[in-house]
């Protein structure tokens, strides 16, 4: 993936702030973001690019409106259902069709990922529906489907956002629905829950969501929602896998070789986990090459850019079109693509009447390629900070 430069964007787009308070609401427009896509009423999620410039977008089924779950955006604007029709249908068994695709997401390999929950409405999980499907873009054929059985899936789990570390052969998935980090051994198929009692996967009491002046309250407890551990983003060349719980304001992270370390106690994986930084709420990540993060800022309409090191941020882009920023994806020639769902319009956060207002919008604005700073670089930063260990090095 491209990374930003400061030098270029710091004068056009925004002035460095601290990242401990929530950005402020505005309406603002920016000119420099532009539609790429709308749906009128299929409510969108996820976006990725492939390293050739494929464009894929998902839809969950929270509503009697969901059609296709999976499509790929052509060239001249037009779509197709993706890697099928058949995966698309609404009718046949759980396990051989998509239920409720919340994520998709291209590795270095080229290779796109396909994360369905299966919990349509997040209600609950529909037995036999959770998977993880392995596609290969050259093919556009399915080449492995992963299962999840209820003790990685239970019930009320919703399996929510993905990462691949192609060179240890993990998947790292989050668990917005109860709270938790799934670890899938690509090679042998295992997974694992952890972390699914630690308080860095759950969302934070106390905490309240405003977003486009709308208070999203869930009306069972006339508090927020308790979405937990959401936003996630791969550090490949520092072995760290950072997330966030949406319903928050704390970005932890935790050492990939540690995930992966089938020996370490829950006690023992517990204390691994790094505390970095006190943050607005977000929804999507992004990682950068250089170990920065972009992170999407639900409340305002923005996306900004955080450096672990240093804990500073910039905003790249703040409009009040992005309707709950949802998922980044960054293609090739230095787009990056946001998605805005509009969740705080849905009928369960709205007394059970939709406040959305269609078409949903895939948004897309140029940035700039970056010069990535080196280990040395990082380190004078912050001198005191030791270099990290490469412990999933491309």
Same mark, same amino acid.
């Given at each position: 993936?491209?990374?930003?430069? /400061? ?90 069709? /998509? ?29 036999? $529906? ?38 240890? $052969?993990?998947? /790292? ?64 060349? $520092? ?61 305002? $309409? ?93």
């Amino acid at each position: 993936m491209k990374t930003i430069s /400061f030098l270029c964007f710091l004068a056009a787009l925004s002035t460095l702030r601290s990242i401990a308070a929530p950005p402020e609401t505005s309406p603002t427009l920016n000119l420099n973001l532009e539609e790429a896509a709308v749906f009128q009423n299929q409510q969108i999620t996820g976006v990725t690019v492939s390293k050739t410039g494929r464009l894929f977008v998902n839809f969950p089924f929270w509503s009697d409106d969901h059609t296709d779950s999976v499509l790929e955006i052509l060239p001249d604007g037009s779509t197709r259902p993706y890697p099928d029709s058949k995966w698309n249908n609404k009718k046949g068994a759980a396990k051989s069709r /998509f239920i409720c695709v919340q994520s998709v997401y291209v590795d270095d390999e080229d290779t796109l990922w396909i994360l369905d929950p299966a919990s349509p409405k997040m209600e609950a999980v529909v037995p036999d $529906g959770p998977k993880l499907l392995q596609v290969n873009l050259k093919t556009d054929k399915v080449t492995q489907v992963f299962r999840f059985d209820p003790s990685v899936t239970p019930e009320k789990s919703y399996l929510n956002d993905i990462r691949v570390d192609i060179v240890s $052969g993990h998947a /790292f998935i989050t668990d917005s629905g109860t709270g938790a980090l799934i670890v899938l051994d690509i090679k042998t198929g295992k997974a694992r829950r952890l972390l699914h009692e630690h308080p860095s996967t759950k969302a934070e009491e106390g905490v309240e969501l405003l977003v486009d002046g709308i208070k999203v309250i869930d009306p069972k407890t006339g508090k927020a929602p308790q979405i937990h551990s959401d936003g996630i983003a791969l550090d490949k060349e $520092g072995g760290w896998l950072y997330y966030h719980a949406l319903t928050g304001r704390t970005l932890y992270r935790i050492a990939t070789a540690d995930l992966i370390n089938p020996k370490l106690t829950t006690e023992e994986l517990g204390k691994k986990v790094v505390n970095v930084a006190t943050t607005s709420a977000p929804d999507g990540m992004l990682e950068a090459d250089n170990g920065s993060l972009y992170l999407t800022a639900i409340e305002s $309409g923005a996306i900004v850019h955080f450096d672990p090191r240093s804990k500073e941020t910039a905003t790249l882009i703040e409009d009040s079109r992005i309707q709950w920023p949802d998922t980044l994806s960054l293609a090739p020639d230095g787009t990056m693509y946001i998605t805005a769902s509009q969740i705080h319009r849905m009928p369960q956060y709205n007394g059970g009447k939709s406040q959305q207002k269609g078409p949903y919008t895939l948004y897309r604005f140029k940035m700039n390629p970056p010069s990535p700073k080196s280990p040395e670089e990082q380190a004078a930063q912050n001198p005191d900070s030791p270099l990290p260990n490469s412990s999933t090095g491309r």
